[in-house]
């Protein structure tokens, strides 16, 4: 199984940034996608999933901001990240879930600066 994250990047605070995960190696569309994130210093934490069923969750503190989407045809979740800001920096996994079955992407880095 492979979750490929792309996408991240340098960014301004106030700008936006879309990470994609596009998986191989295991049906898509029967697992529950996800976003996480790891700041310097700091646990990793949850930002948002996308279940296999529709259901979107996303973090109390990033609603408003931040929205997720998957294509099961492309297999693949993205993470539309807008209004940007500094406390946002971190290394951003991709997840995918299934039962007692889950994977991790490796990370893709966003770093919001002016």
């Known amino acids: 199984v492979q979750l490929q994250a792309s996408g991240g990047g340098l960014v301004q605070p106030g700008g936006s940034l879309e990470l994609s995960c596009v998986s191989s190696g295991l049906v898509f569309r029967d697992y529950d996608m996800g976003w996480y994130r790891q700041a310097p210093g700091k646990q990793r934490e949850l930002v948002a999933t996308?279940?296999?069923?529709?259901?979107?969750n996303i973090a109390d503190s990033l609603k408003g901001r931040f929205s997720i989407s998957r294509d099961n045809a492309k297999n693949t979740v993205s993470l539309q990240m807008n209004s940007l800001k500094t406390e946002d920096t971190g290394d951003y996994y991709c997840h995918a879930k299934r039962g007692r079955w889950e994977f991790w992407g490796q990370g893709t880095l966003v770093t919001v600066s002016s």
């Open positions: 996308r279940t296999r069923v529709g259901r979107t």
